[in-house]
């Protein structure tokens, strides 16, 4: 079955210090890969997207995530934690075939501390 | 700017009483799809549609119904809502195109809650 994992229901973190969240899939094949973050009150944002290619890719706010395909895995990272990152933040797979079946992780609630 | 907007964004009723959430999108999108989110459970897809005319059950599509007569409009439907619909709903759309159909556009999400 189809199937995202965010092992970590929430995170908390000091303002400054480095930040990893994480997630595996489960998927016949490499399926698209994201990241959204979503902020209190508000719908979900792309953070950014992987395709194919190079397997780090940039997104915004000084985010960037690593696919590892032996791993399933497609991380996200950012060297220095500000405070408007608190939010939660969704990894979500899609078949190459439309991105209107995409799968939801059940997220992550990041919390930082000043 | 290109948007989704879903009405209203808070909602109070009772069981029973039929509902809709509208959604609404200006970006000519062929895909858009319902989510609600629940707390641990992250964004479960209620239906989705591809076209006009064209919608197909997601993962929990038990309690609601859609309809797309319009490319722009895909409104969620409950005939008769119970408690167990409280929840968080968001509308989501997609366009075609070269690495376009992939990403999703979201709205602002409508907090439903039934008593």
């Known amino acids: 079955a189809q199937s995202v994992t965010q092992p970590d229901i929430h995170i908390t973190v000091s303002e400054g210090a480095s930040l990893e969240l994480r997630c595996n899939y489960s998927?016949?094949?490499?399926?698209?890969l994201f990241w959204y973050v979503q902020s209190p009150g508000q719908g979900l944002q792309l953070l950014l997207k992987y395709f194919s290619g190079d397997t780090l890719v940039q997104g915004i706010k000084g985010f960037e995530a690593e696919f590892k395909r032996s791993q399933s895995s497609f991380n996200l990272r950012k060297p220095s934690v500000h405070w408007s990152d608190a939010a939660e933040y969704f990894c979500a797979v899609a078949p190459y075939t439309g991105g209107f079946k995409t799968i939801f992780g059940a997220g992550t609630r990041l919390f930082v501390k000043a | 700017e290109a948007q989704v907007t879903q009405n209203p964004r808070y909602l109070i009723t009772v069981t029973g009483k039929k509902l809709t959430v509208t959604c609404s999108q200006n970006?000519?999108?062929?895909?858009m799809s319902w989510y609600r989110q629940d707390p641990g459970l992250g964004l479960r897809q209620i239906y989705y549609?591809?076209?006009?005319?064209?919608?197909d059950k997601g993962d929990v599509p038990e309690g609601y119904k859609v309809s797309r007569k319009e490319k722009r409009n895909f409104p969620l439907i409950l005939e008769s809502p119970s408690p167990n619909q409280t929840s968080l709903y968001f509308c989501?759309?997609?366009?075609?195109?070269?690495?376009?159909?992939?990403?999703?556009?979201f709205g602002q999400g409508t907090r439903l809650t039934v008593v």
């Open positions: 998927y016949g094949a490499t399926p698209y």
């Open positions: 989501a759309s997609w366009g075609q195109g070269a690495n376009t159909n992939t990403e999703a556009f």
């Open positions: 970006m000519n999108h062929e895909y």
């Open positions: 549609s591809m076209n006009v005319e064209v919608t």
